[in-house]
């Protein structure tokens, strides 16, 4: 069974503070997604990331993918008010299309 | 911008109904899934289709769960008789490749 462990569950931060949130693994997965969750709503796709060490970068969000394809962080930098919520990181199975998620950092950035 | 598409947004049913949940997919993705939320509770993947049938299934996905593309552009997630834990947000997801998109979700209370 493929799991993924995010850290920590819950952050909550000041407003221009830099925050890394960890997605850890022991399995390898064929890509990782980072999503974002309002309550009530669906996962929005945040990004994608394939090659193992690779970095994307979305204004002040910065994702990593880890070497060997089992872990990844996502970096936020100057923290603002507007990226209070829950971000989900999910896995891609290898040989498989399903996502495999983990539970959640809930991000709370106060003014 | 396209994007996956669900109805109705919330559904109440009674235990022992059968529910129909509905999913539009973004129009050129080929595969197809279902996931479910429990309150407070992991993303979890439920089914994936592909070219017209079931390519991988989750062990909760019993005898109780069918899916179907009943045209070119709708896809179903029915219940058969509906216990009081199938009580989740269902979300439906597309993509043409490991990129999922999600749907806004259908809420599903069973009394």
């Known amino acids: 069974t493929q799991l993924l462990e995010q850290s920590p569950q819950f952050l909550s931060i000041q407003e221009g503070e830099n925050l890394t949130v960890y997605c850890n693994s022991s399995s390898v997965f064929s890509s990782l997604q980072w999503y974002r969750q309002e309550p009530g709503e669906g996962p929005v796709l945040l990004v994608t990331?394939?090659?193992?060490?690779e970095v994307k970068k979305l204004k002040r969000l910065t994702f990593q993918f880890g070497d060997a394809r089992k872990d990844s962080s996502l970096h936020i930098t100057a923290a603002q008010p507007g990226d209070t919520g829950l971000y989900l990181c999910a896995g891609v199975v290898q040989g498989a299309q399903k996502l495999v998620f983990g539970q959640g950092t809930r991000l709370t950035i106060n003014p | 911008e396209p994007e996956v598409t669900q109805t109705p947004s919330h559904q109440v049913t009674q235990m022992g109904q059968e529910v129909i949940l509905r999913c539009v997919p973004i129009s050129n993705h080929l595969y197809f899934y279902w996931y479910r939320q429990i309150l407070g509770q992991k993303v979890e993947f439920l089914v994936s289709f592909y070219n017209n049938e079931i390519s991988e299934k989750s062990e909760i996905f019993d005898d109780q769960f069918s899916v179907e593309r009943p045209d070119g552009s709708n896809f179903t997630l029915k219940i058969r008789s509906t216990k009081l834990e199938d009580s989740a947000m269902y979300f439906c997801?597309?993509?043409?490749?490991?990129?999922?998109?999600f749907g806004p979700g259908t809420r599903l209370t069973v009394l």
């Open positions: 997801a597309s993509s043409f490749y490991d990129e999922q998109f």
């Open positions: 990331v394939v090659t193992g060490g």
